[in-house]
Nanobody, 114 residues
């Protein structure tokens, strides 16, 4: 049973930055495409970025040029660096494979507000 634990969220002013981390336990992490998803209040969960071990990273248009996904397979960890944050980035952020195959973690709340 894979467990996903996200961290690094918080309250940040518009234009600020945050770095999220997600640790996956109990699986062969490196073989999967890993993704960061987010769910804003009243909206469906959406994929914002994904990254295979080898190959091209992909970003949703809404975060392209501002967010950077990276991974460390030795640590079973995927990261999301978020820059130039906007109020519309406010959401709970989750990681999972793409497509999602593991149980969702608790997520980490990101709130962008002045």
């Amino acid at each position: 049973q894979v467990q996903l634990v996200e961290s690094g969220g918080g309250l940040v002013q518009p234009g600020g930055s945050l770095r999220l981390s997600c640790v996956a336990s109990g699986s062969i992490f490196s073989i999967y495409v890993m993704g960061w998803y987010r769910q804003a209040p009243g909206k469906q969960r959406e994929l914002v970025a994904d990254m295979p071990t080898f190959g091209r990273t992909n970003y949703a248009d809404s975060v392209k040029g501002r967010f950077i996904i990276s991974r460390d397979n030795r640590k079973n960890t995927v990261y999301l660096e978020m820059n130039s944050l906007k109020p519309e980035d406010t959401a709970v952020y989750y990681c999972n494979t793409k497509p999602e195959r593991w149980a969702w973690g608790q997520g980490t709340q990101v709130t962008v507000s002045s």
